[in-house]
């Protein structure tokens, strides 16, 4: 894992890039490398990845970042990254999947109320892919807008946001 994390550190080549990310990413499924990855600084080294220009790089990237957030201590370094994830979903093509993959990773971060506030300038585009998104889509903002809704405080900005 050291190894991959490095690697992601010093290539620019986006295969490469790629698959050390799908490898740490298929590492995550076992709770105890997402604690080494976490460790290892990984967390911020992979979502340094969601800043470049690949859109495959950004999807194995938010892959990732999302088998990593099943872990507390993981979503709370993961969260820095929600604005950006954020405006990724809303950048990218409708129904690609790097949009479904920053969805998904927005499903796991909104499980708790912890973080719901850095999602609500996106609530418009959520809606927005709702009536656009083919099926998929909006059945993972369906997730999303699901875990908004169970927070009270989020009431407001759902009901009042602007399509």
Do not use: W
Not at 20 to 25: C, P
Not at 134 to 158: D, F, G, H, W
């Amino acid at each position: 894992l050291h190894k991959l994390i490095h690697l992601l550190q010093a290539t620019d080549d986006p295969l490469i890039q790629e698959q050390a990310l799908i490898t740490l990413g298929n590492s995550a499924a076992f709770s105890i490398n997402q604690d080494i990855i976490r460790n290892l600084d990984g967390l911020s080294v992979i979502g340094g990845m969601l800043s470049d220009c690949a859109p495959k790089v950004k999807e194995k990237a938010l892959n990732a970042l999302n088998n990593l957030s099943m872990n507390i201590k993981n979503q709370k370094e993961i969260q820095v990254y929600i604005t950006q994830v954020c405006r990724n979903v809303e950048s990218a093509p409708l129904n690609s999947d790097l949009q479904l993959a920053g969805l998904r990773l927005l499903t796991n971060m909104s499980v708790t109320s912890d973080y719901h506030c850095k999602m609500i300038n996106s609530i418009p585009c959520f809606l927005r892919l709702l009536s656009e998104g083919t099926e998929r889509t909006q059945i993972q903002v369906l997730k999303v807008l699901v875990n908004l809704s169970a927070n009270p405080a989020m009431k407001r900005y759902l009901l009042q946001a602007q399509v």
